[in-house]
T-cell receptor, first 116, second 110 residues
Framework: DVKVTQSSRYLVKRTGEKVFLECVQD?????MFWYRQDPGLGLRLIYF???????EKGDIPEGYSVSREKKERFSLILESASTNQTSMYLC???????????????FGPGTRLTVL | LAKTTQPISMDSYEGQEVNITCSHN???????ITWYQQFPSQGPRFIIQ???TKVTNEVASLFIPADRKSSTLSLPRVSLSDTAVYYC???????????FGTGTRLLVSP
């Protein structure tokens, strides 16, 4: 069965802290994604990766960085957390699609991050 | 980028058929249309995907007219457990990048 796991369901951090959000998928998928979800704004793509050590900026990359050292793991890093980064963070993965169509993305349960 | 427009919310009753329409006027030739469902405190879940005409699976049907500038998700005989947010997405030209809108919040009442 398809599975995407995220390191924490709930996380509370202080302003200025460095925050790591981890995501692991067990489906051998090439593509992985990080989104944030805020009320009234839907899901917004932060970064995505289509291969190990590869990354692409999404719509709102400012204040974030990512790391993909292994195929199954994609980390989101907040170098210096700020209160406006309080949000629900969702990780997703999808298999490679040769025709570049929007293929099925499998989502993790999400991490609700609060920055005080 | 192919943006989508959906109603913010819809109400229905158990046993009714629900149709949620999505507009995507700038859809590109290679783009597919995908719908996701999201329950509170969970990540979105894939429901159905199509390119043109009609697609049906065990959960829903997807109707896409010839011009592909809109699509309609049809949920037959909804139940209380279908209360969720439904997102219409169009595959972007970027590699696997999908654009989520704000979705349609469906409330099913007894």
């Amino acid at each position: 069965d398809v599975k995407v796991t995220q390191s924490s369901r709930y996380l509370v951090k202080r302003t200025g802290e460095k925050v790591f959000l981890e995501c692991v998928q067990d489906m051998d998928h090439e593509n992985m994604f990080w989104y944030r979800q805020d009320p009234g704004l839907g899901l917004r793509l932060i970064y995505f990766s289509y291969d190990v050590k590869m990354k692409e900026k999404g719509d709102i990359p400012e204040g974030y960085s990512v790391s993909r050292e292994k195929k199954e793991r994609f980390s989101l890093i907040l170098e210096s957390a700020s209160t406006n980064q309080t949000s629900m963070y969702l990780c997703a993965s999808s298999p490679y699609s040769r025709d570049r169509r929007g293929d099925t993305q499998y989502f993790g349960p999400g991490t609700r991050l609060t920055v005080l | 980028l192919a943006k989508t427009t959906q109603p913010i919310s819809m109400d229905s009753y158990e046993g009714q058929e629900v149709n949620i329409t999505c507009s995507h006027n700038n859809i590109a030739t290679n783009d597919y249309i995908t719908w996701y469902q999201q329950f509170p405190s969970q990540g979105p879940r894939f429901i159905i995907q199509g390119y043109k005409t009609k697609v049906t699976n065990e959960v829903a049907s997807l109707f896409i007219p010839a011009d592909r500038k809109s699509s309609t998700l049809s949920l037959p005989r909804v139940s209380l457990s279908d209360t969720a947010v439904y997102y219409c997405l169009v595959g972007d030209r970027g590699f696997q990048k999908l654009v989520f809108g704000t979705g349609t919040r469906l409330l099913v009442s007894p």
